[in-house]
């Protein structure tokens, strides 16, 4: 399940993310991409409509076949990345990619959370990371946007991402399979006295009354600042400061940060799944030491201008980022149980991605009046406040929220 995700994680980021390097090859034929704050706005409106849509499609995740809207999602965002070789203006381009948030933004919440129902306990953090290698190697492959269409054209680049992606889902429909008893009709079939689905309100009341809920949400919506810079402007801020054209640069930047952050989950995953078995606060504790070395390496990454020094900073920054990224949904299934944890996510993907939205649209304005190197460097204090917090405010019971509301219930009904 995990190898048939990874290559709908890897898609999911690929057809996103080649557009960032392939700015000049389009601006060719449409010019209003040629100004810096109108590119920083296509990008912007991919993340505005999958920030929004998010947390509806995690409602959505917990109550219907996870399978069937992970299939629809891939079939619907490679559509539109094949229509999107055939834009001829910036505004077909903008309506493209908007649809395009709608259909990926149904796509995290529900593949995470049918990994975290895979895997309990043992294996959770490995297997998330696994799952979010495809992401960093789509993004790795999207920095060579420019470079295909330069040997092509940017329309076929987009023509044939969009086939493949077509292809796969018809794949995916004869071989991913739900958990059994994740829908309320399969968890009908296997009790004598069926319970009812839990309403949306009643779900979001006890997500949002949890205080740790509200600790996750921050440093994940804080650390999506640097995230989303690094994935929309890391390849122009290594063409301005190391003076080397955007052919070379794309690559560079993404396959740093791609690269590293597969070695971080490498790192992250099996550590956080050892330590968790002698301290409760392992994954939180492994989590906490991807966040701080991103600190330093994002000051290093603003203001180096030497490519060995840009290229350190990126596999520093990549390796927390992947030890970080890994420990996000097993954090939170130790507060959250899963009938409820792809909503939860849904919110925690919206307010990272609407964060990414306004980075990357503040980015595309202070590019000439501040420079993108003293914004990257910035953004490492703003990673601190969150660091801070993780440590102070996380202190769970149990690695999975399930088994806590168990044991309440055991020592309820003991007590009656």
């Not at 600790?215 to 919506?221: C, E, G, K, P, S």
Request: aromatic share 10%; with cysteine.
């Amino acid at each position: 399940m995990v190898a048939l995700l990874w290559v709908v994680a890897l898609l999911n980021y690929l057809d996103r993310q080649m557009l960032s390097t392939m700015q000049q090859n389009i601006a060719a034929d449409i010019a209003a991409l040629q100004n810096a704050e109108a590119f920083g706005a296509l990008m912007a409106i991919f993340l505005w409509v999958y920030g929004i849509a998010s947390p509806f499609s995690g409602a959505v995740a917990d109550r219907v076949s996870r399978k069937w809207l992970i299939v629809g999602s891939l079939g619907v965002w490679s559509a539109v990345t094949l229509a999107m070789g055939y834009a001829t203006e910036l505004n077909q381009l903008m309506w493209l990619r908007g649809i395009m948030g709608i259909s990926e933004a149904l796509y995290i919440p529900s593949a995470l959370s049918l990994i975290a129902d895979y895997f309990t306990g043992a294996g959770r953090s490995l297997a998330v990371g696994l799952h979010m290698t495809g992401l960093y190697c789509g993004q790795a492959l999207g920095g060579f946007g420019s470079l295909v269409a330069t040997t092509w054209s940017w329309q076929a680049t987009f023509h044939w991402f969009g086939v493949i992606g077509i292809a796969y889902a018809l794949v995916l429909m004869l071989l991913l399979h739900e958990k059994e008893g994740h829908s309320a009709p399969a968890a009908a079939a296997k009790s004598a006295q069926p319970k009812k689905s839990e309403s949306v309100v009643r779900s979001l009341t006890v997500v949002f009354s949890t205080a740790a809920f509200w600790v996750i949400l921050f440093f994940f919506a804080t650390s999506s600042i640097p995230g989303w810079a690094t994935k929309n402007w890391l390849p122009t801020l290594f063409k301005d400061n190391l003076n080397i054209s955007m052919e070379w640069a794309g690559p560079m930047a993404t396959l740093t940060i791609a690269v590293s952050s597969f070695i971080g989950v490498m790192i992250g995953g099996p550590i956080s799944d050892r330590w968790v078995k002698r301290n409760v606060r392992g994954r939180i504790y492994t989590s906490a030491i991807g966040l701080a070395m991103m600190i330093p390496a994002l000051v290093l990454i603003g203001l180096a201008t030497n490519a060995w020094l840009s290229v350190l900073a990126g596999l520093c920054f990549g390796v927390g980022y992947g030890m970080f990224d890994a420990n996000n949904m097993p954090i939170l299934c130790q507060f959250v149980n899963s009938r409820r944890r792809a909503m939860a996510y849904g919110f925690m993907n919206s307010m990272g991605v609407i964060m990414g939205a306004i980075t990357t649209q503040l980015l595309g304005a202070l590019t000439e009046s501040v420079g993108l190197g003293i914004c990257f460097a910035i953004m490492g204090g703003i990673l601190l406040i969150a660091l801070a917090l993780q440590l102070l405010v996380l202190r769970p019971t149990h690695d999975d929220a399930d088994m806590a509301e168990l044991e309440l219930q055991e020592s309820i009904q003991t007590d009656i």
